[in-house]
């Protein structure tokens, strides 16, 4: 099966953009081309949100629920109380929706959340008001605690997740053989539905929901005008509607919705939520037991809660998000209709039995744990620092390219496979550079880069001995400070490197210049800003022209009297033979004097 968050390979541009992202970097770039590892991730959708070629993709399940759907089994929907920010204008239009779509029944789960508050604050009356749990609210969390700080996994709830509650009250109350289809703003729920079949059997983003909708010509809008019209009835949902719990896609909802959730100076819960507060708070919690004060955690990873998750629709801000969950969970309160309350028996069951009531395998679970990246020596580290070229401590610049947090937490993932050395941008740049350098130096021609002032940006000590009355080897240190000065200081045709700025392709010419013929090349480096040259001193060819040309001469003159005396013989065959002998000198001929003659285009070349 496709993990929940995969890669489309052909899609990947090697940008490291989603290693940046990834905040337990759980990206493996091999051959260019990141990949999500399983083992690693913890399904928070922060890669998929940031590829700016769509390379990282969520598993799409709706044809899976589709076909789910046709199996004969009863399907009820599990729907995740978010639906008030993702759709803050047609909750009661997404009810009827969902009910063309096929499922037999709608739930909150919301009403999970509730069994969950319920077994949360009757713990802590039977611990001295105390329960120093992390909450499992959020997969993410429960997904970055197993793999990342296994010594915290005893504090984790002993409850399983409101939607793992949810959907075995639903088990409890219509059967074992029903179907649950989840549809809410995370990707990690397909994770739970994944590891704990039928708790739920599916789970869809509300993306997936929209493209549903789209798929089968249901328009909410339509199904608005038919509520207004009363030509439609809203289900109710199924046992009844969700209260308070409604709130816990908001940071401090699920706190808010505790008994001691009224007290505004809270003393034995927190609210955290966004992932670097979250490993922030995970990397100094002390592992259960050891602190009588720990307090109980609602770890969201989502920054701002569920509203912000990364299966909602983009570009929405947060304020108006939970300014719609907010109204939404005040008018349940205020509503005049039956509030779901926590069946004291199932509370008690949730408490003794916890996961074994969902029967979690726990196989998959112990797979989960010890994802760690393993521990290096200091000399291993060392030695692979020296390898991506970070010779000292200098050359550690920390310039997050590659997109971890510094060179050294590039190196050790790079010892764990799960970086390549050309991820390195310096390192590259570095070693581009030197084999620039080393081209410069040795090709046996003169090469000159300038820019659109005319200044020398770079230049070898081919182009110094032709121009700069050079004739020995001029070291790297010196040609560093020729960059800068006026071209002009060295030749005096410069005004031709400034037709070159607006010229599209490669152009070439022959040029005479002090008793020498060059071949000069003019290509574009940076278009409009810099402008190169190559000059290939032909000199010693161009003095086997001048020899042709000196013996056509001879030719000709000794055949003149030849000619003229047969001419009536040769006729018109005469003439042509003195034309072409005069074409070959003028094609050969070069000024005389050594002066500059101008550039001669070059049309045997072709770079078009």
Same mark, same amino acid.
């Given at each position: ?9 052909? +899609? ?18 091999? *051959?260019?081309?990141?990949?999500? !590892? ?10 998929? *949100? ?17 076909? %789910? ?7 009820? @929907?599990?729907?995740?109380? $978010?639906?008030? $920010? ?30 969950? =508050?319920?077994?949360?604050? &009757? ?33 984790? /709830? ?6 793992? @509650? ?39 983003? %509300? ?16 199904? #608005?005008?038919?509520? *207004? ?27 808010? =919705? ?6 505004? %100076? ?27 004060? /720990?307090?109980?955690? #609602? ?17 929405? =801000?947060?304020?108006? &998000? ?29 408490? /003794? #039995? ?8 726990? !196989? ?33 610049? *920390?310039?997050?390219? @590659? ?16 970086? +390549? ?55 790297? #240190? ?15 045709? %410069? ?31 940076? &278009? ?29 003159? &000794?055949?003149? +009297? ?47």
């Amino acid at each position: 099966m496709i993990h929940p968050i995969y890669t489309e390979l052909t +899609e990947c541009r090697d940008c490291y953009k989603c290693v940046r992202s990834c905040p337990v970097k759980a990206i493996q770039v091999k *051959d260019g081309s990141a990949v999500v !590892v399983k083992d690693r991730c913890i399904y928070c959708g922060h890669c998929v *949100d940031t590829c700016p070629s769509h390379a990282k993709k969520i598993r799409n399940d709706l044809f899976r629920v589709q076909q %789910f759907l046709k199996s004969g089994r009863k399907v009820y @929907c599990s729907l995740a109380p $978010s639906v008030a $920010s993702e759709f803050p204008h047609s909750v009661d239009a997404i009810l009827v929706a969902l009910q063309r779509l096929g499922f037999f029944a709608i739930s909150e789960t919301a009403i999970g959340a509730t069994l969950v =508050s319920a077994s949360i604050e &009757k713990y802590a009356e039977e611990h001295g008001g105390e329960c120093p749990w992390i909450s499992t609210a959020c997969p993410t969390v429960v997904q970055l605690v197993r793999k990342y700080y296994p010594a915290l996994v005893p504090n984790l /709830s002993k409850v399983p997740s409101p939607l793992q @509650c949810h959907s075995a009250y639903l088990r409890s109350l219509y059967g074992e053989d029903i179907g649950i289809v989840f549809i809410g703003p995370c990707i990690a729920k397909k994770v739970e539905a994944d590891d704990t079949p039928g708790y739920p059997d599916f789970a869809l983003t %509300f993306g997936e929901l929209r493209a549903w909708l789209s798929q089968e010509n249901i328009e909410l809008a339509a199904i #608005e005008e038919e509520l *207004d019209g009363h030509s439609v009835e809203i289900p109710s949902f199924v046992p009844c509607a969700a209260g308070k719990s409604t709130f816990y896609p908001v940071e401090g909802g699920m706190i808010a =919705s505790l008994k001691w959730g009224n007290n505004p %100076f809270q003393t034995s819960a927190v609210a955290i939520s966004g992932s670097e507060q979250v490993i922030g708070t995970l990397r100094e919690l002390p592992p259960f037991g050891t602190d009588k004060d /720990s307090d109980f955690l #609602e770890l969201l990873f989502c920054e701002g809660g569920c509203i912000n998750g990364p299966g909602n629709l983009k570009g929405r =801000s947060s304020a108006f &998000k939970k300014g719609y969950a907010s109204r939404y969970t005040k008018n349940r309160i205020q509503e005049n209709r039956e509030i779901f309350k926590a069946p004291a028996p199932f509370v008690d069951l949730l408490l /003794s #039995e916890g996961y074994k009531l969902i029967k979690e395998p726990q !196989v998959g679970l112990s797979a989960q744990m010890g994802a760690l990246p393993a521990k290096h020596s200091e000399q291993e580290i060392e030695k692979a620092l020296k390898e991506l070229g970070k010779v000292d401590k200098s050359d550690e610049l *920390d310039c997050g390219g @590659c997109g971890y947090n510094n060179c050294r937490e590039m190196t050790i993932a790079y010892l764990d496979g799960m970086a +390549e050395p050309e991820m390195c941008v310096t390192k590259m740049r570095k070693e581009a550079q030197n084999k620039i350098d080393v081209l410069l130096r040795t090709i046996p021609i003169g090469v000159v880069i300038v820019d659109d002032q005319l200044k020398i940006v770079d230049c070898n000590n081919g182009f110094l001995n032709m121009f700069g009355d050079v004739d020995y080897m001029v070291e790297k #240190e010196i040609l560093d400070l020729i960059g800068g000065l006026p071209l002009e200081r060295f030749v005096p045709f %410069f005004d031709k490197f400034r037709e070159q700025f607006s010229k599209p392709k490669t152009e070439q010419y022959r040029l005479h210049y002090q008793d020498r013929f060059l071949r000069v090349t003019f290509f574009s480096v940076e &278009k409009q800003r810099l402008v190169g040259a190559l000059f290939e001193d032909v000199t010693t060819p161009t003095v086997r022209r001048e020899t042709v040309v000196k013996k056509a001469e001879d030719v000709i003159q &000794k055949s003149l +009297e030849t000619v003229q005396q047969i001419a009536s013989l040769l006729g018109e065959n005469a003439a042509d033979t003195e034309i072409m002998l005069n074409s070959l000198i003028d094609a050969f001929k070069v000024p005389e004097g050594g002066e500059i003659d101008g550039f001669t285009r070059d049309e045997q070349q072709d770079f078009s």
